[in-house]
């Protein structure tokens, strides 16, 4: 059998580029790997577990090389991404990137138009739509299995380590970083329908004594339709697992109701030395000896096929930025103490 095979790129060679990279490592899609990362460390540690064909610590050397088909970026901090973004659709890249799409709509909208002036793969790194778990929650609401919609719940908790990273970078709110996951996942599930009306409210007693940074926020949408989605993130738990992350998902319908426990407690280890953990419990995912326990690998392997096979992607740009929309929204309506009307 033969197919055709891209050469890839990928900036930021982090925890989630890392797992990118294998992906794309692993993939007979692949031809070429390109790795930017600017960390010493990382850039050795990923050397010696993937046959890359360079690195390099300037990514425009990425974007200057014909020869590369797509990139995806996961480099942090996510405010300085979108010259990247900007330059790699400029160059005709198909294009993979971390959530946010952007750090504003204008520049949203600036991306938008270059992936349709220039007929590009663009896709963003929303996960959950490739969780199985999450994947049921789509189908039971989409086949109608569950009547109407009534409302729809996601409180979603991370640790504060993973906090404490996110919160050292950047000043995006918990509704930005944690909460989008929650809002474009409910969106999807729940189209055509279309967001009208966004409340949210914020609360912080750890770590806004140190930073700007709140520790958790709720978000209640309204859909055009009148069903109602309840999202809460937060990112100071205590150490559960390394980068544990929990979620509470609820899906009320005419018809039938959806509860999904996805707070990895089904496994659990204890040890004289941490107490009780509860491993294979990050969002992306991790790696367990030949098989990998999450969804970011299937993720990254669909990106390669839309772009192997000119297959369509299934988050697009437009979705996010109607997820962004949503989640400026909540951070305005938090900050105002009153609803926002979406036009
Ligand atoms: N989809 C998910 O489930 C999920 C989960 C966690 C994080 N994320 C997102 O993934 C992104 C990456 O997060 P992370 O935890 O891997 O971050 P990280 O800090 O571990 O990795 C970022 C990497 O980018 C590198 N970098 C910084 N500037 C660079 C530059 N100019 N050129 C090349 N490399 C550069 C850093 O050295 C670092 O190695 C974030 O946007 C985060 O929000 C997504």
Partial sequence: MSYKRINVAVIGAGWVGGIRINACASSPLVNELHIAEINPDR????????????????????????????????????????????????????VMIEKPIAPTLREADEAIKLIEVNNLKFTIGYTRRFDPKY???????????????????ISRNITREIG?????????????????HSIDFLLWCLQPRLPVKVYSQQAGKLFNKISETPDHQWIIVTMDDGTTITAGSGWVLPLG??????????VIGTEGSLTV??????VSI????HGIRYPLSSMPGEQVDHVFAGAMVDETLHFLDAVAND???????????????????????AKRGEAIYLN
């Fill in 43 to 94: 850039t050795k540690k990923i050397a010696d577990n993937c046959n890359a064909t360079s690195f390099t610590t300037n990514w425009k050397n990425l974007i200057d090389n014909e020869s590369i088909d797509a990139i995806i970026i996961a480099s942090t901090p996510e405010s300085e991404r979108f010259p990247i973004v900007r330059a790699a659709l400029k160059a005709k890249k198909h």
């Fill in 135 to 153: 994947a049921f929650i789509n189908k039971s609401l989409k086949s109608g299995k569950l009547g109407q919609p009534v409302t729809c719940l």
């Fill in 164 to 180: 404490n990273k996110i919160k050292s970078r950047s000043k995006m709110s918990p509704a930005a970083m944690g909460g989008t």
């Fill in 241 to 250: 697992h390394p980068q544990y992350s929990q979620s509470w998902i609820e």
């Fill in 261 to 266: 426990d996805d707070t990895h407690r089904e």
């Fill in 270 to 273: 204890n040890t004289t030395k």
């Fill in 311 to 333: 297959n369509p992607v299934l988050a697009t740009a437009q979705e996010a930025r109607l997820v962004m929309e949503v989640t400026i929204a909540a951070d305005l309506s």
